[in-house]
């Protein structure tokens, strides 16, 4: 039964980091793995309450800096507010249409296209110039990116301390 429980606690370990490169929260998938792993362990497991709270840390940062880092390269870009909104509504939308239509690849591709898309959209709308919207769309298309990166960098930093810690 152990075997059985340390092979699903490191599935979903894996599927934390599958969640954060189709632009999930994955990161907290990876928490709350680990707060279930400490749990059932009774904190014997290595993992203690100091740790979870470092992982809580390292969680919000990556979804604090992800979501920032769309807002601020969107502005620093050129863009309006309203960019900085299409940028979020897009990529928000564009990620439940990418699932519906693709599974899994889908969610990703979507937010991205639908960050630069939705950025691009309101702030032509707001300012009628095409350049410029043009801008605010890459600006959001690499904060996306960016913010994806880091996401995922933070997974991978978690599972490796999290699995240092139990093995």
């Given amino acids: 039964m152990q075997v059985f429980g340390f092979i699903l606690f490191c599935l979903v370990l894996i599927l934390g980091v599958v969640a954060t490169l189709l632009g999930f929260p994955g990161t907290f998938l990876i928490f709350c793995d680990a707060l279930i792993y400490a749990l059932v362990t009774r904190f014997r497991g290595g993992i203690t309450v100091k740790f979870l709270l470092l992982l809580l840390v390292i969680t919000l940062f990556a ?38 239509a693709i599974p899994l690849v889908g969610t990703l591709i979507g937010a991205i296209g639908g960050a630069f898309l939705g950025a691009f959209l309101l702030e032509y709308l707001h300012r009628e110039d095409h350049a410029l919207a043009a801008r605010a769309g890459f600006g959001a298309f690499v904060g996306k990116i960016l913010g994806m990166t880091l996401t995922l960098s933070c997974s991978i930093a978690m599972i490796a301390l999290i699995l240092i810690r139990v093995i």
Avoid at 71 to 95: D, Q, Y
């Fill in 63 to 100: 979804e604090l800096v992800e979501f920032l880092l769309g807002t601020f390269t969107t502005l620093k870009f050129g863009a309006s507010r309203w960019g900085v909104l299409g940028t979020l509504a897009g990529g928000i939308l564009g990620a439940a249409w990418g699932s519906a």
